[in-house]
């Protein structure tokens, strides 16, 4: 079994490297044949979805999943426990995201990001949430969804944080459904603390545990879609925390 973790490491990480590295150059062609816009066409997000789903398979990741993802333009609200969240969330449907602007600055997984229709936002300053809601009111206009962490936060997974109200503002705007997605990660049966990614722990050496093990389980529950007529953010960004905490609870329980 010493012998065995390593040589696992050894071939999972060499696979995501080359993975990783396919990406890159496909990314390249596609922003020189179609555009700047690529990712939002069908085939687009096809690809986008495709390299997403094989990122994870390399990793051994197991994705259950209960319903299903609004084919439209929806605003999908998560409760985020690791940065797996977002391969997890994408494997699933070709979903665009929001993520801090610092990301974007990160070699390699920077340059992924900023070229398949991320939003970038700066967390912590009042002056940006409005920036931040025009950005995702336009992006919003666009075929596909996108997905948001409302708890501006990752978590242990053991309890769902109070949801920031400020971007729900975007939907209400646009009259855009809400869809609560709920995610969970477990290990025989309870929370799994490994796949979590949190306080001050390491991307690189989180990410070893979680290559260096059988498999990785996750849950992933799409919710009912909410309505925003007639709500405010405040009640809209409640109403999508309790669908997160009532899914977790009945279905997916630690």
Known sequence: MAQFVPLLV????????????????LLGVLVITHGGQWHTTQRGMRIYQWWMGRACSIIAIRITQYGKAHRRTALHAANHISFLDIPVIAATTPARFLSKHSIRYWPVIGFLT?????????????SAVQHTRNKLVKALSSPRPIVFFPEATTTSGENVQKFHTGLFQSAIDTQTPVQPVAIRYLQAGKL????????????LVTLLKIISRPHTEVHLAYCPLIDP??????????????????????????
């Open 114 to 126: 900023a070229n398949t229709g991320t939003v970038f936002i700066h967390r912590g300053k009042r």
């Open 10 to 25: 050894i071939y999972r990480a060499s696979r995501l490297l080359l993975h990783i590295g396919i990406g890159v150059g």
């Open 192 to 203: 799994d603390r490994a796949a979590a990614y949190i306080d001050k722990d390491n991307f």
């Open 229 to 254: 007529a007639s709500l405010s953010r405040h009640e809209l960004a409640e109403l999508s925390r309790e669908s997160i905490i009532y899914t977790l609870n009945q279905y997916i329980p630690a």
